[in-house]
């Protein structure tokens, strides 16, 4: 576990973070851990990893509270439809990729190459989209096929 130093709590501005909710705290940190390379900086109630310059923050769904009256909080329900995802840019695609694979991460395709980028996408635990993407043509103009 880390400093609160780590905590995202910005001294003046924002910062953004990520929210999921997932069925097994346990499981979804360890896999932002250990995939990504992230930091714990707390274990629960809410586990958040630090990864990279953004932290990810995750705790188990729930009902209505008196700040978000009328929304519940769910895992995905399907992993065939989605309406956001996170987008991870990476510095070494093929580095990334092996290295995640090693650690049991489960791509949907191989890293394909798309003229702007290098891109694929995998799961996480709970089937939430993640893309990851490493920039080549397109830090020479070049817009993807």
């Not at 923050?57 to 009256?69: E, V």
């Not at 439809?81 to 395709?109: E, I, W």
């Not at 694929?120 to 043509?137: A, F, K, N, W």
Request: proline share 6%; aromatic share 6%.
């Amino acid at each position: 576990m880390t400093a609160h130093g780590d905590l995202p709590a910005p001294q003046r501005g924002l910062l953004v973070t990520h929210f999921l909710t997932v069925r097994d705290v346990e499981r979804s940190r360890r896999f932002y851990a250990d995939v990504f390379g992230g930091e714990v900086v707390m274990e629960e109630n809410p586990a958040i990893v630090k990864v990279a310059n953004s932290w990810i923050i995750m705790n188990p769904g729930g009902g209505p509270t008196s700040d978000k009256p009328g929304v519940t909080l769910e895992v995905p329900q399907s992993t065939e439809r989605v309406s956001s995802f996170l987008n991870v840019r990476v510095a070494d695609m093929a580095a990334f990729h092996a290295d995640a694979v090693a650690k049991g991460a489960h791509f949907l395709t191989e890293p394909l190459d798309r003229g702007s980028e290098l891109r694929c996408y995998l799961r996480d635990p709970d089937g939430y989209l993640i893309e990851v993407g490493q920039s080549t043509g397109l830090l020479r103009g070049l817009h993807a096929d």
